[in-house]
């Protein structure tokens, strides 16, 4: 199974993914900045002022499949904000194993840890499929986290999440087993918008067993052994090189 489809998706974007899975093409819509940045939690409680100030100074920008956006190592001088597609942070270890760190989609942002730290990358980022951004300079950020008290906090917020995150990761690592772990990133990833059928759900983000043995923590060999086990135990199936979680709308096994 080289192309695993495991799809990503957020209600707002729920009508662009069907159609991404049925192999269409989906065009770039015109975009408000100003409108989205206003439905973005971290920027919600900004005046209009200060909205306006940062849909000034954002760049929109276009990445296709596989592209790069960061590379681990390299300085970190902007942040963006994802406005549709999914993006995949992963490190490269000493050994060249890659370990996902995490999956983005709409509404997130990327980039914004090298900003506060004028350290470089701590990970490398690209897209997962074709993703609209809006970037932001380091200048503009700080500038406005200087102004306004409630985007810190919302920013504080929001990387105390991901600290929580990666706790539990690291917790899960320690304490489950390969298949274990493969399922429970399954089912998240079902509950992040699967596509229903007779079944279950089947997950339609384009990922190979490699990228996903990253996110899992473990080797495509041993994703590929896990996937076999769990076939057996008819908690998935594959169907024409989609993964299914049977047994329910939220991907749960027997």
């Known amino acids: 199974m080289s192309g695993m489809g495991l799809q990503w998706t957020y209600t707002d974007y729920a009508s662009e993914t069907l159609r991404r899975s049925c192999g269409k093409r989906v065009p770039v819509?015109?975009?408000?900045?100003?409108?989205?940045?206003?439905t973005f939690p971290l920027f919600r409680d900004l005046g209009d002022e200060a909205l306006h100030y940062l849909a000034k100074k954002s760049r929109q920008r276009m990445f296709q499949v596989g592209e790069t956006i960061y590379h681990q190592g390299e300085p970190g001088h902007t942040c963006h904000i994802v406005v549709r597609g999914r993006l995949r942070v992963f490190v490269v270890g000493e050994d060249g194993r890659e370990l996902s760190v995490r999956l983005l989609g709409?509404?997130?942002i990327v980039g914004e840890m090298a900003l506060f730290e004028d350290l470089p990358r701590?990970?490398?980022?690209?897209?997962?499929?074709?993703?609209?951004?809006?970037?932001?300079?380091r200048d503009v950020l700080l500038g406005c986290l200087r102004q306004s008290p409630p985007l810190a906090l919302s920013l504080l917020r929001a990387l105390s999440a991901r600290l929580r995150y990666a706790t539990e990761e690291a917790e899960g690592l320690a304490s489950l087993t390969v298949p274990e772990r493969l399922m429970r990133q399954l089912r998240r990833l079902a509950e992040w918008c699967g596509m229903p059928v007779s079944d279950g759900v089947r997950i339609t983000l384009p990922l190979t067993?490699?990228?996903?043995?990253?996110?899992?923590?473990?080797?495509?060999?041993?994703?590929?052994?896990?996937?076999v086990r769990l076939r057996r135990q008819e908690?998935?199936?594959l169907e024409d090189g989609w993964i299914v979680l049977l047994d329910g709308e939220d991907g749960k096994s027997k």
């Open 235 to 237: 908690e998935v199936r």
């Open 209 to 227: 067993q490699q990228e996903l043995a990253a996110l899992v923590g473990t080797s495509r060999e041993s994703v590929n052994r896990a996937l």
């Open 122 to 137: 701590s990970a490398n980022v690209e897209a997962l499929e074709e993703t609209q951004t809006l970037e932001l300079h």
């Open 29 to 38: 819509m015109p975009m408000d900045r100003m409108t989205f940045l206003q």
């Open 106 to 108: 709409s509404g997130e």
